[in-house]
């Protein structure tokens, strides 16, 4: 009987902690860019009789750095995929799970009470649509994903040398977008969806698609989110064909 009591609680120990983190809220770690999209997302999944998912928007490189320390994350979606890499090479991203289903583009912009439009090209000088003193505004392109993607599309200018000192470096792309609004920035490179996000700005110029790697958002279950069917669930949905359309007004291409 003894014997029979220990076994049964040793099993009940066993499930009390899945049958706990069943009950907990599905915690979404997301970058920065996807915030407008996600959070009507996330309106659409509660709508339709869900809990309320936990929304946390960064640069992708400080999420994924959040996950390595133990932040509990239950979905990652990244806005490039070496910071999706980064986690899946540490065995944190749920086998199986990564996708990328969406995409941006990358584009120069302005305060709208000074936007002129521009094709850009490699004799695109950026150096002179700055001016004497003016900085350019993107993410640090040390780790955030548009500035690594600037830092890209300017070399393939051949203007990185000259533009590289005169960026001002933000911690995220909405951040950077910012700046721009503020007229704190005569120009700024953001991702085309932010942009459509911020009245006060204009886009200038896109830049071609053969002048950076692809701007393509990976998506994934965390090693903490595999055993979670909710985490599952949502992300079904937010990859799903009833999400796309919400994707798509957004500006984001569905892959």
């Known amino acids: 009987m003894r014997r029979t009591l220990l076994t049964l ?7 009390v902690p899945g049958a706990l983190r069943a009950q907990e809220p599905v915690t979404v770690f997301a970058a920065a860019s996807l915030t407008d999209a996600l959070r009507d997302l ?3 999944w509660e709508a339709r009789g869900n809990p309320a998912v ?3 928007f960064a640069a992708s490189s400080a999420l994924a750095r959040q996950i390595e320390q133990g932040a509990p994350a239950d979905v990652f979606m990244s806005a490039d995929e070496p910071w999706a890499d980064y986690l899946q090479q540490r065995h944190l991203l749920a086998e199986g799970t990564r996708t990328s289903p969406l995409g941006n583009a990358l584009v120069l912009i302005a305060p709208a009470s000074a936007a002129r439009p521009v094709e850009i090209s490699r004799t695109t000088d950026i150096a002179a649509l700055l001016g004497a003193n003016g900085r350019l505004a993107t993410g640090d392109p ?10 890209e599309a300017l070399s393939w200018m051949g203007q990185w040398d000259r533009i590289g000192p005169r960026i001002a ?3 995220n792309v909405r951040s950077a977008l910012l700046l721009v609004e503020r007229g704190e920035a ?15 700005v204009r886009v200038i110029g896109t830049f071609p698609a053969g002048s950076h790697t692809p701007v393509t958002y990976p998506f994934a279950l965390t090693r903490r989110g595999a055993d979670n069917g909710r985490a599952r669930a949502f992300l079904d949905f937010a990859r799903g064909p009833e999400a796309a359309e919400t994707w798509r007004r957004h500006g984001f291409s569905v892959r």
């Open 54 to 56: 936990r929304l946390s």
């Open 42 to 44: 996330g309106r659409q």
């Open 9 to 15: 609680a040793l099993g009940l120990s066993l499930l």
């Open 142 to 151: 040390s780790n955030v994903p548009v500035g690594k993607y600037a830092q």
């Open 169 to 171: 470096r933000a911690d």
């Open 186 to 200: 005569p120009l700024g490179i953001v991702y085309a969806t932010d942009a459509a996000a911020a009245p006060n």
